[in-house]
């Protein structure tokens, strides 16, 4: 069981990523036009945003 | 946005408009420099569409960037200084959508947004801190023993602390505040739950004992602050939607100086102003006609479909239209000193009269939570007078109790089922823009609705046009095609569908105010007011046509009915309801439409008094009235109904005064919108039952002390869950 030590803390690591992640996105405003976005991909001019 | 915040007693509490409007009011500057234009484009849907407003936009000279938000169809448009938002609109319709201007001011909404991101945070918080508590917890609960056992209650405890202290904080200040006014809400039991939970838990580790319940505070705080999300988008969604109709009204004006005339904000005005207001612009002001003559359209202020004649010294009014000429006026009140404000003390003292409604959710928390604490309180009692004193065991059941009695399924019951039926209404064009509003409808048995502009589109259709001769209608054709007075035009595309063709006529010529004039066939052809024309007016909305010596002909119009008013009102008898129209109109104009549309009770030349009165009288009868009006002479009846709706197209004090806008031109939606209604207030008693049922299941259990915190997970999960299923049946 000695292997606990080391995977809790990676485990507890891997997901604070994913929470650290989403706040990164929510932050970025990467939630404020999900319905545009889903479309945009599909489009062929360059964008450069979010730019900054 | 807060509404505690806001100061007039005109102001409803309840509703999201309100604010938008207050702050629209305060704000007295137009807006100078660079700035960003927010245009609405109600029409764009797809990924074409995007790239040809931004390309369109970004050739557009003043121009520096242009964004479009498709979720919530807009664009935000970086200018130059000084480059006119007319053009910008032009050039987004001339790629073939349309647009309107919003007005900054009122979309600041960056404080709604904080709060929703705010919420999301503590949600994800919680969710991760679940998670990982979730899965050490299995191992303890599959039989880890001894000193893993205690690691694994001590690395959960090292995550549940900061994620509940961080992510529970709506809870403990809501309680909070409930408890400094020596009251009890829901969030009383469930902050007592979740703190009694982890420092019960920290204690039992510390001993190094069994029963942790770390993942039952954390499940406790997600599964509510899920309810407490969902809450808040429904209310957000409808807040941006109505503050978007407000925004749509930017109140400008011309003001006329030295001969020119400059464009300013309506708040800029003072009383001794000149203002120019052109054919088919809304009226900002209270003023007197200076110059000019026109007719005025008054069917939001009063009901009255026929239009009236404005000429000098005739004294005008905020919110009617005018109709053909210019005017100038002189203005003598502006802003709250208007009529258009004066009405808003009578909305004051309707709301007054309306009972402060409890919800369903209030009321069942009324019930249930002095339940939980007096359970939970005697479980401790009775344990440690049964045990010979084990406070550490009697603690245990008692927590176990509270944990199991929270309101877990409860604070979800409600909004997943509001979350669901306001989804549904908004997909057929219904705005709720109140909590309660549903639940309100559902109770509804008596539907009261305004005439003009409700019922009706404001938009009249000529009568009996066959009755008159080829000739006479030919001529009228001609005189109508020369005006854009909203009589003229309907005559037009009547003349237009029959497959009529206007005649000849020469030299033809609106005067405003008056009709319009010109030569038929050698003969002095006019076209216009009973007076203008010299003939004798009849009671209806008319318009009369003289051809040189003849007798004059009367042109009899009728509003034209809304698309879906005549389903709707179908529906609505057919669910029982009695209906009851009631105008500012003429008694001839509201008993013919009465009969053509088939209500049989109906009220005509209403004041708004008389309309909040008979409402208010209606309601001490003990009847459920839903008001459904669109005018000013409607706002004091719509406040003091039971639950009211407004089009889109009502003015907005009398949309700031209903709980539910439609946002559609068609009214059929009513009838389901009623039927909705019932059906989520069934779902919410459901659940109701459904939570209840959990706990007389398993409340014995935890008395007895027999509850482990495995059983409490999973009644936890299982109530919540079943309550987000039994949601979705919302129809």
């Not at chain 2, 529970?168 to 703190?195: C, E, K």
């Not at chain 2, 209310?235 to 109505?242: L, T, V």
């Not at chain 2, 309660?436 to 019922?455: C, I, M, P, Q, S």
Request: with cysteine; glycine share 8%; aromatic share 6%.
């Amino acid at each position: 069981m000695d292997v606990l030590i080391w995977l809790i803390p990676v485990s507890l690591f891997l997901g604070g990523l994913g929470l650290a992640g989403f706040f990164w996105a929510l932050r970025k405003g990467q939630f404020e036009d999900p319905e545009g976005d889903s479309r945009r991909i599909l489009n062929p001019d360059y964008d450069e945003k979010p730019k900054d | 946005m807060s509404l505690a915040e806001t100061p007039h007693p005109a102001a409803c509490p309840a509703c999201v408009a309100a604010p938008a409007a207050e702050e629209l009011a305060a704000h007295a500057k137009l807006p100078e420099g660079p700035g960003t234009v927010q245009l609405s484009l109600p029409t764009i849907h797809c990924a074409a569409c995007i790239s040809a407003v931004e390309r369109g936009l970004a050739s557009t000279p003043g121009v520096r960037t242009a964004r479009v938000n498709l979720t919530l169809k807009r664009v935000s448009i970086d200018t130059e200084p000084g480059t006119p938002v007319e053009d910008l609109i032009a050039r987004i319709e001339g790629l073939g959508y349309e647009a309107h201007e919003l007005d900054a001011a009122a979309l600041s909404a960056t404080e709604t947004d904080r709060r929703g991101r705010d919420l999301l945070m503590r949600l994800a918080v919680a969710f991760f801190a679940n998670m990982n508590v979730m899965l050490l917890s299995v191992a303890v609960w599959s039989g880890a023993e001894g000193v893993t056992r205690d690691m694994f209650h001590w690395i959960s405890a090292a995550i549940t602390i900061p994620a509940v202290i961080f992510s529970g904080q709506p809870f403990y200040a809501s309680a909070w505040s409930a408890l400094r006014v020596r009251r009890l809400n829901m969030d009383v039991p469930i902050s007592l739950a979740i703190v009694l939970a982890v420092a019960l838990s920290l204690w039992e580790t510390s001993l190094s004992g069994k029963h942790a319940y770390f993942d039952a505070a954390l499940s406790l705080t997600f599964f509510l602050l899920l309810g407490r999300y969902l809450d808040y988008r429904t209310r957000a969604s409808a807040r941006s939607a109505a503050q978007e109709l407000t925004a749509l009204e930017v109140p400008k004006a011309w003001r006329l100086r030295d001969g020119a005339e400059v464009q300013v904000r309506v708040n800029d005005l003072a009383v001794g102003d000149l203002v120019r207001v052109r054919p088919g612009g809304r009226i900002p002001v209270d003023g007197v006609v200076v110059e000019g003559t026109s007719e005025i359209d008054r069917s939001l202020m009063t009901g009255e479909s026929l239009p009236v004649f404005a000429g000098p010294d005739a004294a005008v009014h905020a919110g009617e239209v005018n109709l053909t000429g210019p005017l100038s006026l002189r203005v003598s009140a502006t802003g709250r000193d208007t009529a258009l404000h004066r009405i808003a003390d009578l909305v004051a003292v309707a709301e007054s009269g309306r009972t402060n409604y409890n919800s369903l959710a209030d009321r069942m928390a009324r019930a249930y939570a002095p339940v939980v604490h007096i359970l939970a309180a005697a479980t401790f009692i009775a344990w440690m007078w049964v045990s010979g004193g084990d406070a550490r065991l009697s603690l245990n059941i008692a927590v176990a109790t509270l944990i199991i009695t929270c309101p877990c399924a409860l604070g979800l019951a409600v909004p997943a089922v509001t979350t669901a039926a306001s989804g549904r209404l908004f997909r057929k064009g219904l705005l709720i823009k109140d909590g309660t509003a549903l639940e309100r409808l559902a109770e509804v048995d008596t539907v009261v609705f305004d005439k003009t502009g409700t019922l009706t589109m404001g938009l009249p259709e000529p009568l009996d046009l066959d009755m008159l001769s080829r000739r006479d209608i030919e001529a009228a054709l001609a005189l109508a095609d020369a005006s854009s007075h909203p009589l003229a035009k309907a005559l037009v595309k009547a003349g237009r569908r029959a497959g009529l063709r206007p005649g000849p006529a020469t030299d033809v010529t609106e005067v405003p105010g008056y009709g319009v004039e010109g030569i038929v066939r050698d003969e002095r052809a006019r076209l216009g007011r009973a007076a203008w024309v010299g003939a004798d007016g009849v009671a209806q909305t008319a318009t009369y046509l003289r051809l040189g010596s003849a007798e004059p002909i009367a042109i009899r119009f009728a509003d034209s009915m809304r698309p879906g008013a005549e389903q709707a009102i179908e529906e609505l008898r057919a669910a029982g309801k009695r209906l009851i129209l009631m105008s500012g109109d003429s008694d001839a104009a509201v008993r013919d439409f009465a009969r053509r549309i088939g209500i049989d009770e109906a009220v005509s030349e209403a004041l708004p008094e008389d309309k909040a009165r008979m409402v208010a009288d209606l309601a001490a009868e003990g009847r459920k009235v839903l008001m459904v009006g669109d005018g000013l002479n409607d706002t004091a009846a719509l406040a003091a109904a039971h639950v009211s709706i407004s089009p889109a197209t009502a003015l907005d004090a009398a949309r700031v005064a209903s709980d539910i806008v439609l946002m559609g031109k068609d009214l059929s939606a009513l009838g389901d919108a009623a039927l909705t209604a019932v059906s989520a207030r069934a779902r919410i008693k459901e659940n109701f039952t459904i939570s209840t049922i959990y706990n007389v299941v398993a409340v014995p259990i935890a008395l007895l002390g027999f509850a482990t915190p495995l059983a409490a997970a999973l009644a936890m999960s299982l109530s919540s869950i079943t309550v987000s299923l039994n949601a979705l049946r919302v129809r």
